[in-house]
């Protein structure tokens, strides 16, 4: 069974940036892929930034790209969304999501977090 636990929302003011950051349980760390979703209020979940196993590569959705970054430390089980130029419409709460089978972050994981509160001012 693989934790996930998320830290690092909080409120900022729009053009502002946060770390996410989501610790995960379990070992093997490194053969997962990690995702970060995302939920507004009044809307479904919807994927922001992936990293495949081993942080073969990344993906981002087009709302976030160029902005947010997402990263791993496999040695800390950590993964890390760094979000930048934030806007109101980035409000939401994040998930940190992970996938065991190492691929395709965008898709639905096997594991969520319990999320943790963006909230960004106009």
């Known amino acids: 069974q693989v934790q996930l636990v998320e830290s690092g929302g909080g409120l900022v003011q729009a053009g502002g940036s946060l770390r996410l950051s989501c610790e995960a349980s379990?070992?093997?760390?490194?053969?997962?892929?990690m995702g970060w979703f995302r939920q507004a209020p009044g809307k479904e979940r919807e994927f922001a930034a992936g990293i495949n196993w081993a942080g073969g590569s990344t993906m981002y959705a087009d709302s976030v790209k160029g902005r947010f970054t997402i990263s791993r430390d496999d040695a800390k089980n950590m993964v890390y969304l760094q979000m930048n130029t934030l806007k109101p419409e980035d409000t939401a709460v994040y998930y940190c999501?992970?996938?065991?089978?190492?691929?395709?972050?965008?898709?639905?994981?096997?594991?969520w977090g319990q999320g943790t509160q963006v909230t960004v001012s106009s």
């Open positions: 379990g070992r093997s760390f490194s053969i997962y892929a």
């Open positions: 999501a992970l996938r065991e089978d190492g691929r395709d972050p965008d898709r639905g994981p096997d594991y």
